[in-house]
């Protein structure tokens, strides 16, 4: 079964830390697009960082995430990772990891992803 399972949500005050990680089955995460999003309430889903397969050599962060967030993946546990430094409320959201078969080309959109997880909540309180 092919699947992505997000972890490492939860509560965390301003100006925190939290590691999200993104564990994939079924599949090898090396060859494809990863890419992270998030939906805060009432609004729509939208990109935080993605990162090319592991031939490719890119990454790119929402301008919002610059320097606080890092994107990153370990090919041998077929997980990737999102470190997220600095937190501020309007980080407060689900957060989803999607993959994309980089034969189909490194658009990393929430409409050109092949798998999604089901998303891990981060809260950014005081």
């Known amino acids: 079964q092919l699947q992505l399972v997000e972890s490492g949500g939860g509560l965390v005050q301003p100006g925190g830390s939290l590691r999200l990680s993104c564990a994939a089955s079924?599949?090898?995460?090396?060859?494809?697009?990863i890419g992270w999003f998030r939906q805060a309430p009432g609004k729509e889903r939208e990109r935080v960082s993605c990162?090319?397969?592991?031939?490719?050599?890119?990454?790119n962060y929402v301008d919002s995430v610059k320097g606080r967030f890092t994107i990153s993946r370990d090919n041998a546990k077929n997980t990737a990772y999102l470190q997220m430094n600095s937190l501020k409320p309007e980080d407060t959201a689900v957060y989803y990891c999607?993959?994309?078969?980089?034969?189909?080309?490194?658009?990393?959109?929430?409409?050109?992803?092949?798998?999604w997880g089901k998303g891990t909540l981060v809260t950014v309180s005081s």
């Open positions: 079924g599949f090898t995460l090396d060859t494809y697009v």
């Open positions: 990162m090319s397969s592991s031939s490719g050599g890119w990454r």
């Open positions: 999607a993959a994309r078969a980089s034969f189909r080309g490194s658009l990393c959109t929430p409409y050109g992803m092949d798998y």
